[in-house]
């Protein structure tokens, strides 16, 4: 097959899809390691001398935070991969 520049174009724009992809991922996953077992785990200590509602700060991570965090990063992931899609117009017409 010998490459036009239309395949050149598409190839070009599939690598920018996929390095914003991983991007975002990259992002999404270091929050989420920062506040799962950062928050949860290494910075606990220092979190447990604020309380909020009653609860150290670090138990609070440790058991629900992490949780709720991360299904807000989905939400985040959902938003901003759709958002990729329309701009490189691959969106999923189902």
């Not at 097959?1 to 598409?10: H, L, Q």
């Not at 991007?23 to 929050?31: D, M, N, T, V």
Request: hydrophobic share 45%.
């Amino acid at each position: 097959m010998i490459p036009t520049s239309e395949n050149k174009e598409t190839n070009i724009a599939r690598k920018k899809y996929w390095k914003t992809n991983l991007k975002y991922l990259g992002a999404l996953l270091s929050i989420w390691f920062l506040c799962s077992f950062g928050a949860g785990i290494l910075f606990r200590d220092t979190l447990n001398e604020i309380r909020i509602g009653g609860f150290k700060l670090g138990f609070w991570f440790a058991q629900q935070g992490a949780i709720y965090i991360f299904t807000i990063l989905i939400i985040a992931y959902i938003f901003l991969m759709n958002k990729l899609d329309k701009k490189y117009d691959v969106e999923d017409d189902n």
